[in-house]
C-alpha cells in the first residue's frame, strides 16, 4: 500500500491528451511538500520528469506538465507519441514518516 | 551533469548483510547541492525509498528500515554505500542510488540499478 495513490493504469491513442492523479494527505502533498514525477521506460532507471509540482528538467518536451492541488497532484500528457509508453511514478515527502521520501505505487501508460 | 554507478553482490544469502556501493563521477558527494539517496524496486513492482544523506553526514531512513540500515559517506572515495542486515526474500530488488537536489528535494540523477537477489 503506497502512501501515495496512482491509478494503476491509463491509456490512450496517439496524439490524445491523458492525465494521472497522485492523491495524498495532510502529512506529505498538503503540508506543502512539493510532488515530482519520473518516468520509467522498460527495463531502464527512472528519469525525472518534473520536479517542483510543475517544472521540466531541460530536454523534458513541453507535451508534459505538472500541477499540485490541496493533497494531490496531477501529470498531464498532450499530443501522445508511442515513446511515452512508460511506467510514471510521483514522489513527495511525509511528515509522518519522520520526513522521508514517499513514492506513488505507479501508473502504467498504454499508448494504443 | 552527475554520473552515478552501483556496484556490490548480486547474489546474498537470507540472515546476511546486503552492501551496496555508489560511485559518483562527474561530481563530487561534498557537493553542497546534493543529498545522497537510495531507493529500490521489487521485480514487477514499484518505488520504494531507503534513505538519504547529506553531503556533511545527516541520514534520514525510511522508518520501516530504519534498524537493519546504515547509510555512509566516503569523501575519499567520491562514494556513499547502503548496509542492510538480516535480509529476507522481501529484500530482493532493483537497488538504486540518486542524487537529491538541496533545492526543490527531487531524484534529479540515477544510478542504472543493480539487481540483488536474496536467496539460498
Known amino acids: 500500500q503506497s502512501v501515495l495513490t496512482q491509478p494503476p493504469s491509463v491509456s490512450g491513442a496517439p496524439g490524445q491528451r491523458v492525465t494521472i492523479s497522485c492523491t495524498g494527505s495532510s502529512s506529505n502533498i498538503g503540508a506543502g511538500y512539493d510532488v515530482h514525477w519520473y518516468q520509467q521506460l522498460p527495463g531502464t532507471a527512472p528519469k525525472l520528469l518534473i520536479y517542483g509540482n510543475r517544472n521540466r528538467p531541460s530536454g523534458v518536451p513541453d507535451r508534459f506538465s505538472g500541477s499540485k492541488s490541496g493533497t494531490s497532484a496531477s501529470l498531464a500528457i498532450t499530443g501522445l507519441q508511442a515513446e511515452d509508453e512508460a511506467d510514471y511514478y510521483c514522489?513527495?515527502?511525509?511528515?509522518?514518516?519522520?520526513?522521508?521520501?514517499?513514492f506513488g505505487g505507479g501508473t502504467k501508460l498504454t499508448v494504443l | 551533469q552527475l554520473q552515478l554507478q552501483e556496484s556490490g553482490p548480486g547474489l546474498v544469502m537470507p540472515s546476511e548483510t546486503l552492501s551496496l556501493t555508489c560511485t559518483v563521477s562527474v561530481g563530487s558527494v561534498t557537493n553542497r547541492s546534493y543529498y545522497w539517496a537510495w531507493i529500490r524496486q521489487p521485480p514487477g513492482k514499484g518505488l520504494e525509498w531507503i534513505g538519504s544523506?547529506?553531503?556533511?553526514?545527516?541520514?534520514k531512513h525510511n522508518p520501516s528500515l530504519k534498524s537493519r540500515l546504515t547509510i555512509s559517506l566516503d569523501t575519499s572515495r567520491n562514494q556513499f554505500s547502503l548496509r542492510l542486515t538480516s535480509v529476507t526474500a522481501a529484500d530482493t530488488a532493483v537497488y538504486y542510488c540518486a542524487s537529491r537536489s538541496s533545492g526543490w528535494f527531487s531524484l534529479d540523477y540515477w544510478g542504472q540499478g543493480t539487481l540483488v537477489t536474496v536467496s539460498s
Open positions: 544523506i547529506s553531503h556533511f553526514g545527516t541520514v
Open positions: 514522489q513527495s515527502y511525509d511528515t509522518s514518516l519522520s520526513n522521508s521520501g514517499v
